[in-house]
């Protein structure tokens, strides 16, 4: 008894010891752990800095709503960095976990975030005190994308009384917001974050999904399931998780020359005819291509604009066919290390500069760079018409066909002058009706009489009402029988057209001459044409639909209500870059939801706030290399307006799905384009410096692949160019990710309330291994 009581005591003993020692073990843990956590501590205010990194990396936990809806114009890694590269806020993600729903997803729709606040509008208000390096947040004008989901009128029958987007024929709101960093860039330039009033717009769009008869009743089936949950794999694996990616070399026999839509050999091969040059059409392939084009041997950095005008380098662009061809006539001449551009061309081997200027002294009232701001360049060759046009104030799109005279479009773009690779053929040109203030055409090599005129009239489609049409050739001013034929019936062509031949001069210098042509300001002339030829388009003929639409040999009638586009010729340049289209009415609803005027006001201050106060001088981009720009997702062309005062010019590009606001960037003397970023774009490798997407990505996840547009994006950026991204953060860590994988440097990546910057640069790295063969790609 006496022992048991004993026992009993010594465990009472033993237990009340071990509790005590745990207790003041617990407490020095906790001590030392507070000691520990004040020790490292920033101080309120200090930013940190990213260890042997460009990038900065930051987090916070405000949630974005957002909504959109309009109509579109296809209708009318692996990763070898350090983790301490990415700062993971835990709260962000128990934060974004508590607030999402489930929803049931059906068809290509992406999950969707059903968000407490219905109001479909988000908020993203952090700015920097730049003298003290305290962040605050700090409010600002926003911008809200329209759609659906804010109660958008449509008509009765269905349709928005928005923009018609590139495929028939909004977003959220944009708000104040800023970085700052002291962190010096590998390259020795200061990487300033000192972007107050950085903004970010909304690219998720609130959905509420309504039962479709893709399930059958109550019961889910194994493809939806499976589907599902590939998404959520690969939607967290964006999220912290590193995807590993194996790129190769694409081996084609374009090497590193290979546009993937123009150089279809399998689908070449398959075609019928080549009389309509079918054979220089897109033909893209079924699957867009994976594979990195290489490089060049002794690819060095491009020569920097203006300097690049005149002369860059031969190693990359090694092709001298050109330069035999056309060396008596000035277009381009090998030297040495250097291909040197004299500024000649067949029509003005003595200079572009004397041409344009001979130009307007015929005709005074073309007042390049004024009056005419935007100009069509038909068959370009190396471009020197449009980048001498440069020092008259005018913005030339320039395009020929590939391969016609070697590596033309390439060595414009390499030089600093904006250029596309494309083709009169069988198809109108990607470009809205009524927005070239003048085209040009020197030896362009175009059978304009042919056909009724069928080409021709693909460029009175696209001449602004009152513009020009200046042709240089030798019909014009030479007296061979063929010459003399083909002046008489381009004479009685245009006249049926009712263009009025203002003016035929001789260039006594260059021994060449060229017609000038004005077409109509308004329907006076074919209501009284004896004839209906070529005869007038239906009225259901859309002008402004040109996402893959044939050519066909009638005309459109021109707008007759003043409140319509092409009645009034915009005001002179630059007083049009500011001002809103006339014809942008306050009834009518913009992209992001206000009054259309208003919307292209609010959009215009955004973007130059974006430029001034982050792009320019804290994202931690060496401007003055930069030259070739493209805005992956333009709506009116703000971003590139924002620009005006830099070396660059930029090609605005309107996705076909998205609100055709194309008219409106040219309205305002921009310039730009219609694609679908699920295929290639018509371009050589490696002709842009920057290249920037507002909430593109998110949107092309729902219609087709990331991976195949990132290696489109490698292949249009050159070496040491950048990639900037805005969009949300889903899509910024998969983009990061794919760009870590490509052994891209990450300059900056900031994120917060779901939403996203990221800006990478791209490197010299290629892979080594290299694709079979994919010439029966098609």
């Known amino acids: 008894m006496a022992f048991g009581r004993s026992s009993r005591m010594d465990n009472r003993r ?148 928005g923009y018609q987007t590139e495929n028939e024929k909004g977003e959220g709101e944009i708000e104040e917001k800023g970085v700052q960093s002291s962190d010096e860039h590998k390259d020795g330039y200061q990487l300033k974050e000192k972007a107050e009033n950085d903004v970010f717009t909304s690219g998720a769009q609130s959905e509420i999904l309504n039962e479709t008869n893709t399930q059958n009743g109550a019961w889910s089936t194994q493809a939806v399931e499976s589907k599902n949950e590939k998404e959520v794999q690969t939607s967290s694996s964006s999220k912290g998780q590193i995807v590993e990616y194996s790129w190769k070399l694409c081996n084609v026999t374009a090497g590193a020359d290979y546009i993937p ?82 500024g000649g061309g067949t029509q003005f081997k003595n200079g572009a500069l004397h041409y344009i200027d001979v130009i307007q002294e015929a005709l005074p009232d073309i007042a390049w760079g004024k009056r005419s701001r935007v100009i069509l360049d038909v068959g370009c060759g190396v471009a020197s018409f449009g980048g001498y046009l440069f020092e008259r104030d005018a913005l030339t799109m320039s395009f020929a066909p590939k391969d016609e005279h070697e590596a033309q479009v390439q060595f414009a773009l390499e030089r600093g002058i904006p250029a596309i690779s494309a083709v009169m053929g069988t198809k109108r040109l990607p470009y809205p009706s009524k927005v070239f203030d003048v085209v040009h055409c020197a030896r362009c090599r175009v059978p304009w009489h042919i056909e009724g005129g069928m080409l021709l009239l693909e460029l009175n489609r696209l001449l602004r009402p009152g513009g020009y049409f200046v042709w240089s050739a030798t019909p014009v001013y030479q007296d061979l029988p063929e010459d003399v034929e083909i002046w008489k019936a381009m004479s009685d062509l245009t006249k049926s057209m009712c263009w009025e031949l203002v003016t035929k001069k001789n260039d006594t210098l260059n021994q060449v001459g060229f017609a000038i042509f004005r077409k109509p300001s308004n329907n006076k002339c074919y209501q009284k044409r004896a004839e209906d030829n070529p005869p007038l388009c239906q009225g259901s003929d859309n002008p402004d639909a040109a996402w893959n639409i044939p050519l066909q040999a009638c005309m459109h009638k021109l707008p007759e209500d003043p409140a319509l586009p092409g009645t009034v010729w915009p005001e002179q340049w630059p007083q049009r870059l500011d001002k809103a289209p006339y014809w942008l009415s306050r009834s009518q609803l913009g992209v992001y939801g206000k009054p259309a005027p208003e919307d292209f006001a609010a959009d215009y201050d955004h973007w130059k706030r974006v430029v001034s106060n982050s792009y320019v001088s804290g994202i931690g981009i060496n401007w003055s290399t930069v030259r070739n720009v493209m805005d992956m997702r333009s709506v009116y062309g703000g971003f590139a307006a924002a620009l005006r005062d830099m070396k660059v010019w930029v090609m605005n590009i309107v996705s076909i799905d998205s609100p055709d606001t194309l008219p409106i960037i040219y309205e305002r003397g921009l310039f730009g384009m219609y694609h679908d970023w699920c295929e290639s774009f018509s371009t050589y490798p490696r002709t842009y410096d920057l290249l920037h997407a507002d909430h593109l990505f998110s949107k092309l996840k729902k219609r087709c692949r990331l ?72």
């Open 261 to 342: 839509c123009l150089d279809n050999e399998a689908a070449i091969k398959k075609l019928r005819s080549t009389k309509h040059y079918e054979h220089r059409e897109r033909h893209c392939p079924d699957n867009t291509p994976t594979c990195l084009v290489p490089l060049p041997n002794g690819y060095k950095q491009p020569i920097k604009w203006p300097k690049s005008r005149d002369k860059i380098w031969y190693s990359n662009i090694p092709h001298t066919k050109l330069a035999a061809v056309k060396g008596h006539q000035n277009w381009v001449k090998v030297s040495g290390e250097y291909l040197k551009f004299p």
């Open 14 to 161: 033993t237990s009340s010891y071990c509790s005590t020692t745990t207790i003041i073990v617990f407490v020095a843990l906790c001590l030392v752990g507070v000691w520990m956590m004040n020790s490292s501590t920033i101080a309120p205010g200090q930013v940190p800095s990213p260890k042997m990194s460009d990038k900065v990396s930051m987090t916070s936990s405000k949630p974005f709503e957002d909504g959109s809806g309009y109509m579109t114009e296809e209708s009318v890694t692996e990763d070898t960095s350090n983790d301490e590269n990415i700062i993971a806020n835990k709260s962000d993600f128990e934060s974004e976990k508590k607030s999402e729903k489930l929803v049931e997803k059906t068809g290509d729709e992406s999950l969707a975030k059903e968000n407490d606040d219905t109001n479909n509008r988000f908020e993203d208000t952090l700015s920097t005190e730049n003298d003290s390096n305290v962040s605050r947040k700090s409010g600002g004008e926003t911008i809200e994308e329209a759609g659906d989901a804010k109660g958008e009128k449509k008509d009765k029958d269905g349709k928005s009384d």
């Open 707 to 778: 991976l195949p547009i990132i290696a489109e994006v490698d292949r249009i950026l050159r070496p040491e160019g950048k990639l900037i991204v805005r969009d949300d953060i889903d899509a910024i860590n998969e983009i990061e990710n794919m760009a870590k994988s490509l052994r891209w440097e990450v300059i900056l990546s900031y994120s917060e309330d779901n939403q996203g910057v990221l800006c990478v640069r791209k490197t010299m790295w290629r892979p080594e291994e290299s694709e079979a063969s994919m010439s029966s790609l098609s």
